[in-house]
T-cell receptor
Framework: QQQVKQSPQSLIVQKGGISIINCAYE??????FPWYQQFPGKGPALLIA?????SEKKEGRFTISFNKSAKQFSLHIMDSQPGDSATYFCAASIGAGGTSYGKLTFGQGTILTVHP | NAGVMQNPRHLVRRRGQEARLRCSPM?????VYWYRQLPEEGLKFMVY????????ESGMPKERFSAEFPKEGPSILRIQQVVRGDSAAYFC??????????????FGPGTRLTVT
């Protein structure tokens, strides 16, 4: 029930294209959904996050789409650039009450390669 | 404002030795989470601490692993009698988390532990 499933495992996109990464979850108690970007040898960096009371959030070229009824959320990277080549992780957490204390459950990661 | 600091960045230990990993959270953050990333895998939650308290250690192996976050100084993740399977990247994240909400977690650069 705590699992977050991420797809695809790897993604190749041409420069200027749109990169789309999808995640699905089971636990309806999740109330916070961040996306992280990780470069080799570095720690994950918070990109953008959404809460289930909104269906979309946009920050620059990055957009999260959230479908509460389907228990799915996705990251869209518009005008993808070679510098976006990295591993992307979706995650989910439960903050309010209970015994989850905001700990993050991560997807398996997507390796994005943007060709120039 | 300095980010999350971890040291050492790389640590090599022989089987049976002890590994001590340190994490200094961002200024003003009093919540620390530790995660482990095995090769080619996503991050897995290990333990959540507040100053002088272990709140949730449900993701930490019962034996050989311990964590602390003293009143003064960094959080420490200690692994006793390391085995080859402990080789991984260990990340800590800090959060300004307010009761009842899932707040952003900011990750450090990680400590890459290699057990020979």
């Amino acid at each position: 029930q705590q699992q977050v499933k991420q797809s695809p495992q790897s993604l190749i996109v041409q420069k200027g294209g749109i990169s789309i990464i999808n995640c699905a979850y089971e636990n309806t108690a999740f109330d916070y959904f961040p996306w992280y970007q990780q470069f080799p040898g570095k720690g994950p960096a918070l990109l953008i996050a959404i809460r289930p009371d909104v269906s979309e959030k946009k920050e620059g070229r990055f957009t999260i789409s959230f479908n509460k009824s389907a228990k799915q959320f996705s990251l869209h990277i518009m005008d993808s650039q070679p510098g976006d080549s990295a591993t992307y992780f979706c995650a989910a957490s439960i903050g309010a009450g209970g015994t989850s204390y905001g700990k993050l459950t991560f997807g398996q990661g997507t390796i994005l390669t943007v060709h120039p | 404002n300095a980010g999350v600091m971890q040291n050492p960045r790389h640590l090599v230990r022989r089987r049976g030795q002890e590994a001590r990993l340190r994490c200094s959270p961002m200024k003003g953050h009093s919540h620390v989470y530790w995660y482990r990333q095995l090769p080619e895998e996503g991050l897995k939650f290990m333990v959540y601490l507040q100053k002088e308290n272990i709140i949730d250690e449900s993701g930490m192996p019962k034996e050989r692993f311990s964590a602390e976050f003293p009143k003064e100084g960094p959080s420490i993740l200690r692994i006793q009698q390391v085995v080859r399977g402990d080789s991984a990247a260990y990340f800590c994240a800090s959060s300004p988390r307010v009761r009842g909400l899932s707040y952003e977690q900011y990750f450090g650069p990680g400590t890459r532990l290699t057990v020979t």
